[in-house]
């Protein structure tokens, strides 16, 4: 796993075809994602930009219908969650749901023991392991508060959001997804979470970036930007395609979405 | 079921029938005319004792008392063995006072939890009456101790005013124990300001049957905390009725159950707000597993002038297995104006969304399902007093997978 170059494949995506609740959302998605590139998948309501990040997470209510993700060589749809989760893959949630009771601090331990689990690596002690998240908090500005509180629970939707990515940073995936991780964010928590996934930025990782507003990517520059419309990539391009969205919109991608 | 109902009290009457003082021979042939409660009386609808037909009734020997050794069980204690007190491990604080009867038997109805109480009055031992005096604080550990047989404690505590008890109950034997059966009644009074933090804990060994019938009258500003933790036994049954009889009147009732293998827990909850600006509380939770089985059945009733009154009534489970079940039936019945009253029940599996979360963590699924499970039930814990808390821990993550993988998620 320490030998991914920079350029290595990743995630390949190939013909990804998924329903939701019977019905039709991903409709042949193509896509490779490179280590040390950070991707941005944009586009309208409903395209499929969340279906895509739990399917690759392996949310099982959801139908792969047909198609292939191949990640670091495995064929990613064959793996449970965990396993996915412990081989690397990380999913920031959109809406990371509370969970009362569960301590969050011992959550992010038993995460980040599995990963390590899985690398060969020993588990870490309390204090190796507090020494990381202490250091990952201040980064994220979070106060030690947080240590103490049930996964999630009575955070506001900024703090759930900075949660993730504090999770996010202390895992080190090697393939981040980010699912709208911006929604809701006022400029300095978008500037605190932006800090975080920038500091994951390496030649051997990948981030996704799943947004719907160009403003993230002032802070975090993608390398690509791809257009999900109606199930599949109808446009990819640099970060200025990000910004002739912003001044365009969707529409005139979607009628020419054949062309891709 | 069998030709007569339980033929295990004829059996007792045929053995021990005439050894019996005069009043407590009448009561049992009542008992036996009248017969112990079926799914048939509505306060029974969920709790099925047909399993007593094959079990010896007859009050148990005298035995030593035992119990787990990591249960915090203080040097106060009351401890009855087979529904006998035995008082050579009985040390009950000086302040308190102690009447003891043999045989006063009360009128009782023909009710159901009536004929529980008239079971109890025809083969307990004695009836114990303790007395906190006024504006004393006294703490004190009520221990039920089974080994064979039926045991029938009965005890009145009396708060006077401003007085404060910390009663911890235990029901435990020894894991080797063959089939006891309690029937225990426990009368509380609480005169005005008084104040009773009741705290339950059934860890009794699998074969058991525990039968426990609480009444408690609530006194003017008087506080009635009770809350429970039933792990244990093959089949448990605790009725808690509450009147809150004087304004100013409260009462706090919560606790968790646990049903696995094939265990049943039953809880019936009464609360009766009687006087104006009562509150009472309740909050309950259950998880049954395997072949288990459970039951909330809760009512709260309003009088007709018990204005101001402020209720809320919560039973929330958890079923792990397909052949698992809960019956809830959460009730209100109001008859006052001013009235501020919630309630509610519900019964699921985990959270398929909180499942997910964890396992994309990278948590395994069975450790995830017992985190759940566990935190699930842990949100009542956190009332109990810490040493209870952690025997009760210990026992409920020992009933779960994974127990030790989870023990540092809930902190």
Request: hydrophobic share 40%.
């Amino acid at each position: 796993m320490n030998t991914l170059q920079r350029g290595d494949v990743i995630l390949d995506i190939q013909g990804l075809t998924a329903d939701v609740a019977g019905r039709n959302i991903l409709k042949g998605l193509n896509l490779t994602i490179r280590a040390g590139e950070v991707h941005a998948i944009m586009g309208p309501n409903g395209a499929g930009k969340s279906t895509l990040s739990q399917v690759l997470a392996g949310r099982p209510d959801y139908d792969i219908k047909g198609g292939t993700a191949t990640y670091m060589g495995e064929d990613l749809l064959a793996l449970a969650p965990e396993e996915r989760a412990r081989r690397g893959v990380f999913l920031g949630f959109q809406y990371p749901v509370e969970i009362p009771g569960v301590n969050n601090v011992y959550l992010l331990k038993a995460a980040l023991n599995a990963r390590r689990r899985q690398q060969g690596l020993d588990e870490l002690d309390a204090f190796e392991f507090m020494t990381i998240v202490r250091e990952k908090m201040k980064l994220m500005k979070m106060d030690e508060s947080f240590l103490k509180r049930g996964v999630n629970e009575g955070f506001s939707g900024g703090e759930k959001k900075r949660n993730e990515i504090l999770q996010m940073t202390v895992l080190e995936p090697t393939l981040a997804i980010l699912d709208e991780t911006d929604s809701g964010l006022d400029i300095d928590a978008l500037k605190i979470v932006s800090t975080g996934v920038n500091s994951l930025r390496r030649d051997d990782r990948a981030v996704v970036l799943v947004t719907h507003y160009q403003r993230l990517l002032d802070y975090i520059v993608p390398d690509y930007v791809h257009v999900l419309a109606g199930g599949r990539i109808v446009r990819s391009g640099d970060r200025t395609l990000a910004l002739e969205l912003e001044a365009r919109g969707y529409d005139w991608l979607i009628e020419g979405s054949s062309a891709a | 079921m069998s030709a007569r109902p339980f033929a295990a009290l004829t059996r007792v009457r045929e053995a021990i029938g005439s050894t019996l003082s005069p009043t407590r021979q009448e009561a049992l042939t009542r008992l036996v005319a009248l017969g112990l409660p079926t799914p048939r009386d509505d306060a029974f609808r969920y709790t099925n004792l047909r399993l007593l037909e094959r079990r010896d009734l007859t009050p148990g020997p005298t035995a030593p008392a035992a119990w787990p050794a990591d249960l915090p069980i203080g040097a106060e204690r009351l401890v009855y063995v087979n529904g006998r007190i035995d008082s050579a491990v009985t040390r009950l604080p000086s302040a308190v006072e102690v009447t003891t009867t043999s045989d006063a038997v009360a009128t009782f109805s023909d009710a159901a939890t009536d004929r529980i109480r008239l079971w109890n009055a025809a083969l307990r031992d004695s009836h114990t009456t303790l007395v906190v005096p006024r504006n004393t604080q006294v703490a004190l550990d009520l221990v039920f101790v089974a080994t064979a047989g039926g045991a029938y404690p009965s005890l009145t505590i009396e708060l006077e005013s401003g007085a404060e008890l910390a009663l911890i109950e235990y029901h435990v034997g020894a894991d080797d124990a063959p089939e006891t059966v309690t029937a225990a009644v426990l009368e509380l009074r609480l005169a005005a300001g008084a104040q009773l933090t009741h705290t339950l804990v059934q860890c009794a060994p699998a074969a058991a049957v525990i039968i426990g019938d609480v009444t408690a009258h609530i006194g003017r500003d008087a506080t009635y905390r009770h809350r429970s933790a039933v792990l244990g036994a093959q089949l448990s049954r605790f009725d808690l009725t509450t009147h809150l009889e004087a304004p100013g009147a409260s009462t706090a009732l919560s606790g968790l159950f646990l049903a696995d293998r094939t265990r049943e827990h039953h809880l019936r909850t009464w609360v009766h707000h009687a006087a104006a600006d009562g509150t009472s509380d309740q909050r309950y939770r259950g998880v049954a597993t395997d072949r288990g089985r459970g039951s909330y059945d809760g009512k709260v009733v309003v009088d007709v002038g018990a204005n101001g009154t402020n209720s809320a009534q919560s039973s929330k489970n958890l079923l792990l297995s397909a052949e698992a079940t809960i019956e809830t039936r959460p009730q209100l019945e109001i008859n006052a104006d001013a009235v501020k009253c919630a309630h509610g029940a519900t019964t699921g599996s985990l959270d398929e969304q909180m499942l997910f979360y964890l396992l994309s963590r990278g948590l395994d699924r069975e450790t995830a399902r017992a985190v759940l499970t566990y935190a699930f039930l842990g949100d009542v814990l956190t009332d109990f007093p810490s040493a209870v808390r952690k025997a009760v821990e210990t026992r409920a993550l020992g009933r779960l997978p994974a127990a030790d993988l989870i023990r540092g998620f809930v902190a």
